[in-house]
């Protein structure tokens, strides 16, 4: 059967001030649809595989808003981690949860926070995924066409020979490149021979058993025993063993049976203010809102967003490239390309808080 891992375990800091360490991007209607990012992402694999084959991975600490965003959810559907260790020890506390269901489970892995564009394509392309993986010991991710040379994503050098007869838009993967700078990526696009990675992997249990033991057997070996009887002390000591590793890192790209589907949907991973004003609509100046309503005046290029069930009228003048973000106690004014500042802003004035709670 086919089963689905979603990571909700990111802390979303480049979305401050909407974003906070109790309430990162995937729990947030980043997209201004009335559904959270994991609502979203929970509601597109619900219509790949049955509802209680779908498991979410997330921190401890959020486990409770998890179920509140998916309340159907059955107590083995819903895994909080003790600890962050990255994607591999994620996935590993996943799979071994599966293994004891499914012996021969085909999963698929996704993040929880990422933007999909023409579902019905993804939805096709995820499908052709699955098959082939049921049918071969490969570990297959997909690629999505670059559009820009963003310095923000992973991206995957393909070969362009194609892996079956039956699939000219599936490749051997050559190389994992990770936020390569400016001019690489340039090179990248220009040579037609790269996909961005949009972080899904479609595998065999099988599989992904022997990618472990092979390149990351100490993790393997940690989580071989767990589950769902496993008290959450001898998780927390499985988690405190494991070193903090992606499985990009871990299995990608020492793995050589690893294929990319050349998928036809539009991705974004909403990373940053600046992809989300990339995917949100624009007006005839170029000004994108979510939420709230904005009254724009020889302003233009800018990205509004206001708190959740706000009837804000934003008016703006004079402003090009900027964002503007309100979050239940701050608002931020910033330039689009000094959004880097966004964590000096959150560490400023969470240290302000601190000084003003010794006083």
């Known amino acids: 059967m086919t089963w ?53 991975v997330t921190g401890e600490q959020f486990v ?18 003790p600890l962050r260790r990255n994607t591999a020890p994620c996935i590993a506390y996943a799979a071994a949860m599966i293994h004891n269901m499914d012996h021969d489970a085909t999963i698929v892995v996704s ?49 362009h020979k194609t892996s079956l007869p039956s699939s000219p838009n599936m490749h051997p993967v050559v190389t994992f490149t990770e936020k390569p700078p400016v001019e690489m990526a340039r090179q990248f696009i220009a040579s037609g021979e790269f996909l961005w990675n949009t972080g899904l ?50 299995i990608m790209e020492k793995a050589a049976n690893v294929h990319v589907l050349e998928a036809a949907f539009g991705w974004s991973d909403v990373e940053t203010w600046s992809t989300l004003y990339d995917v949100a609509q624009h007006d005839g100046s170029g000004n994108a809102t979510i939420r709230g309503e904005l009254m724009a005046y020889n302003s233009h290029d800018c990205l509004v967003v ?40 959150a560490s400023d004035i969470e240290l302000k808080h601190l000084m003003k709670g010794t006083l």
Not at 119 to 134: G, N, V
Not at 225 to 242: D, F, G, K
């Open 4 to 56: 689905v891992v979603i990571m909700a375990g990111g802390l979303g800091s480049r979305f401050w001030p909407i974003s906070r360490t109790d309430k990162p991007k995937q729990f947030l209607d980043v997209m201004g649809v009335g559904l959270s990012m994991l609502q979203l992402t929970f509601q597109r694999f619900s219509k790949v595989c049955p509802r209680e084959n779908i498991i979410v």
């Open 64 to 81: 409770d808003r998890v179920r509140e965003q998916l309340p159907d959810l059955a107590p083995y559907q819903v895994l909080g981690e």
């Open 111 to 159: 993040p929880s926070d990422h933007a999909i564009f023409h579902e019905d394509l993804f939805l096709s392309d995820l499908r052709q995924a699955i098959d082939t993986a049921a049918h071969h010991d490969w570990i297959i991710t997909l690629g999505a066409q670059p559009s820009r040379p963003d310095t923000t994503y992973g991206y995957i050098q393909f070969d």
């Open 201 to 250: 992997l479609v595998w065999r249990l099988p599989v992904l058993t022997a990618a472990f033991n092979e390149h990351l057997p100490a993790v393997a070996e940690a989580f071989r025993h767990v589950t769902a009887e496993t008290p959450y002390e001898s998780l927390e000591q499985i988690y405190s063993l494991c070193d903090a590793v992606s499985v990009d890192n871990g």
């Open 306 to 345: 206001m708190p959740p069930d706000s009837k804000m009228t934003v008016v703006l003048e004079g402003l090009d490239g900027y964002i503007v973000a309100a979050g239940s106690d701050t608002l931020m004014v910033c330039r689009r390309n000094n959004e880097d500042m966004v964590f000096k802003f």
